[in-house]
């Protein structure tokens, strides 16, 4: 089994389509036809139902296809890895990044171990949280972040931070006559949330805060990125749902953000790692992520404190 075989086995099951297949490969359709065939023959069985009219997975097909991503991500990181030591790293750092996580929510933090671990080279991947979890078990990440802690057996999260879920409303909204805003206000708007793939995380975050209320939000869109969530909010579509620094640090400038009435719920982050002996560099980062997440709770208790003195005013 050659690379090659890989690659048009990931090309014909992207696209479902030979043709289609072999121009995105920039070859014949023949070749990719006869390295096809060559893989089937070696695994064994068919990878590919084919009809005159469509290319569909057989059941071996879509449990081969779960596998091949991970090859390359796996080929991918050698070769970071040679590339890394050729530049005076003596190590290597690969962090997952899940629902939305973007990495300048802890730029400092990354700064801080690039300071006190230099020959440790830090390599950022962002991926749904599934593949994160999977990516974990299979040794392609030392460590990731996300907003869950449901991660199944193997894999071990420990809370990272946490911030208030703040609501994003756009300016000249009705909305900003509240200081702090009911939810049952909120839920009266569309909203543009998450998405369920992408962020998976998160969405169940939001979801527990929003059955808090017994009424069906309307939800306009679902976005991948706070960056566009905001751009939706900014231009009156929607409101949003975000943490405070997210909200803060969003380059729309027409984006109010507005706490919840009552206690602030809290979105959590979450720091994720195989139930394995870590190497000195892994503890070494985990142990800043320590540091990290008490210094995040006693800023969040001293905010829900004010907001407390606030309501009470």
């Not at 014949?28 to 060559?38: D, F, N, T, V």
């Not at 991503?69 to 970071?80: G, H």
């Not at 994720?272 to 208790?301: I, M, Y």
Request: with cysteine; hydrophobic share 40%.
């Amino acid at each position: 089994m050659e690379l090659r075989h890989l690659r048009c086995f990931l090309a014909v099951a992207e696209e479902l389509h030979f043709a289609k297949a072999a121009q995105r490969l920039h070859i014949e359709q023949s070749p990719l036809s006869r390295a096809i065939k060559e893989l089937e023959e070696e695994l064994g069985m068919a990878l590919f139902e084919r009809t005159t009219r469509s290319t569909r997975l057989t059941r071996a097909g879509k449990l081969f296809r779960e596998h091949v991503p991970r090859v390359f991500t796996a080929l991918q990181q050698a070769r970071e890895s040679v590339k890394a030591a050729s530049n005076g790293f003596h190590g290597q750092l690969r962090i997952a990044l899940s629902d939305g996580i973007t990495p300048s929510r802890f730029s400092n933090f990354l700064a801080l171990c690039r300071q006190e671990d230099p020959e440790i080279e830090v390599r950022l991947s962002e991926v749904p949280l599934v593949q994160q979890i999977r990516g974990l078990h299979d040794d392609l990440y030392d460590v990731g972040f996300a907003r869950s802690d449901e991660v199944g057996d193997g894999i071990i999260a420990e809370e990272a931070w946490s911030e208030p879920l703040m609501v994003a409303v756009p300016d000249r909204h009705p909305l900003l006559t509240y200081k702090r805003i009911p939810l049952e206000e909120v839920l009266r708007y569309p909203l543009v949330l998450g998405d369920l793939h992408a962020c998976e995380g998160y969405s169940r975050q939001i979801e527990r805060v929003l059955r808090q209320v017994d009424k069906e939000p309307l939800i306009a869109e679902r976005v991948a990125s706070i960056d566009l969530m905001m751009a939706l909010v900014a231009a009156g579509f929607a409101l949003g749902m975000a943490g405070a620094s997210q909200i803060a640090t969003s380059r729309e400038s027409g984006v109010i953000a507005r706490p919840l009435v009552g206690r602030a719920p809290l979105l959590t982050t979450f720091l994720l790692h195989r139930d394995n002996q870590p190497s000195e560099a892994l503890t070494r980062f985990r142990e800043r992520v320590g540091t990290l997440a008490s210094l995040a709770k006693n800023k969040s208790a001293a905010l829900t404190s004010l907001n407390a003195s606030e309501e009470v005013e």
